[in-house]
């Protein structure tokens, strides 16, 4: 049977808070996701090479081994940004059914990523979409975790998003697909939280861009299988969230 994509629903980067308010999600194909961030795709495709050392993610509940990850928390008020000390990544079982309730400490993300000028350019853009999206004032803090994901078909299949589909409990999500390879399936799937409406498409294209206001949006990922005859496939994302309230698990919640 042939292996059906639908490609992306790509909008203008001029437009992305309108589009975002209008339907509750964005996206942007490679080119524009540079133009909207103000920078060189060449700076985006630099970072690519850390995703080839991500160790695994330990805490599966499924018993899987497809996933690999590393994770970043910073707080960014204004133009500052500050990596806060690393932390475990929780979220409540309204939200994350399979992991929720768990201290979750994933390996930090590399400082040569971290440092660099582009992912300074991508965190703050991000943050003033969050709270422009949200109606903040200027000088509220916006609190941004990272997630680099590689997920393998080492075993034959690989589960972007093993909870199912879900919100994250933040109020933007940002999903960047950083590559792609020897796969089939990883479909994106996007639908209303509180209406009929959704949308399917393949994100294909390295650093292309899916933008979600999470309280209005559900969204998942279709599990990858090997494409032919490839031993090993992997579809790499960068993952992204900003929420106004603080990091999830911090009201009367202390971590170390």
Known sequence: MAHVTFPPPYHSPNRVAEQLRDHG???????????WLECDLAALLAL??????????EFLKDGGRYRFR???????????????????????????ALHGGMERWFAPMHASTTQQAVWTQLI??????????????????CFVEAHQFRIDTADGIGRPTPEGAHRDGVDLVAVFLVG???????ETRVFEAQGPSGLRFTLTE???LMLLDDARMIHESTPIQPLGDAEH????TLVI?????GFQGDDGKKFG
């Open 70 to 96: 590393r994770h970043a928390s910073f707080e960014v008020v204004g133009d500052a940004i500050t990596q806060v000390p690393h932390r475990a990544h929780w979220q409540p079982v309204k939200y994350n």
């Open 233 to 236: 496939g992997a579809r790499d």
């Open 124 to 141: 703050a853009k991000l943050a003033r979409l969050s709270q422009q999206l949200c109606a903040k004032e200027a000088g509220t803090p």
């Open 241 to 245: 969230t900003c929420r106004g309230q």
């Open 180 to 186: 792609r390879r020897g796969i089939k399936g990883g």
């Open 206 to 208: 390295p650093w292309s």
């Open 25 to 35: 999600y964005a996206v942007l194909q490679p080119a524009d996701t540079a133009a």
């Open 48 to 57: 690519n090479p850390d995703w080839e050392s991500l160790p695994p993610d």
